[in-house]
């Protein structure tokens, strides 16, 4: 497989269900995000994680917690989902040029999960 | 504060028509990198370009153009001879020439412009 998979590419769920959404990459980068993209809103960053280390939070509620095992994994735990959080999640990877500057990586984006909280 | 504007909301067109999609975006910074992406209906945010804030030279590709202005702050996208195939979602974005040290990078999204090419 080429370029970031996202699984599973739909998920419906209940509030008190715990699920997970996964995403790999297979292109060698070595910083992962996940956005979250909800009807006729910008895509929120959620978490960004460079060398398997987490450098950003956006102020996400607990009850989306993510991991990063390395650097071709990246995870995003639900757990007591509101239905608000209903809405496509998306994972994306990028690499630095080794000294290049950081703000013009361009980012590879998986096809999404759509998750739907019941 | 960064900020990413695309007012247009849905746009629809005639297949082989031209159409121009707007971007106005805020920053501070001096050094900034603008993107478009393309999203089809399968999902997946498709790299356009990307253009440093120090080069406003427009670019074409194909039927695809873009006309940086800084003295306006925009980023506009055209397509030449749209065709079904075009239809999408649209993103413009922005980032910080540095937001962080190392490998990361930013970005900050406008709310994308639907686009619909009839035939």
């Given at each position: 497989e080429t370029g970031v998979t996202q699984t599973p590419r739909h998920l419906v769920m209940g509030m008190t269900n715990k699920k997970s959404l996964k995403c790999e990459q297979?292109?060698?980068?070595?910083a992962m995000y996940w956005y979250k993209q909800s009807a006729k809103k910008p895509l929120e960053l959620m978490f960004v994680y460079s060398l398997e280390e987490r450098?950003?939070?956006?102020?996400?509620?607990?009850r989306f917690s993510p991991e990063c095992p390395n650097s071709s994994h990246l995870f995003l735990h639900l757990h007591?989902?509101?239905?608000?959080?209903?809405a496509l999640y998306l994972c994306a990877s990028s690499q630095s040029?080794?000294?290049?500057?950081?703000?013009?990586n361009v980012l590879t984006f998986g096809a999404g999960s759509r998750l739907t909280v019941l | 504060a960064q900020k990413v504007t695309q007012a247009q909301t849905e746009i629809s067109v005639v297949e082989k028509e031209d159409v121009t999609l707007d971007c106005v975006y805020e920053t501070r910074d001096t050094t900034y990198y603008l993107f478009w992406y393309k999203q089809p209906p399968s999902g997946e945010l498709v790299f356009l370009i990307r253009r440093n804030s120090f080069d406003e030279q427009n670019e074409i590709s194909g039927r695809y153009s873009w006309n940086f202005q800084k003295s306006t702050s925009s980023f506009n996208f055209t397509i030449t001879a749209?065709?079904?195939?075009?239809?999408a979602v649209y993103f413009c974005a922005l980032s910080e020439a540095?937001?962080?040290?190392?490998a990361t990078n930013k970005l900050i999204f406008g709310t994308g412009t639907l686009l619909a090419v009839q035939p």
């Open positions: 297979h292109l060698g980068h070595n450098v950003e939070n956006n102020s996400v509620p607990s007591t989902l509101q239905p608000e959080d209903s040029k080794g000294g290049g500057i950081s703000g013009a | 749209s065709q079904v195939v075009d239809s540095q937001a962080w040290g190392g």
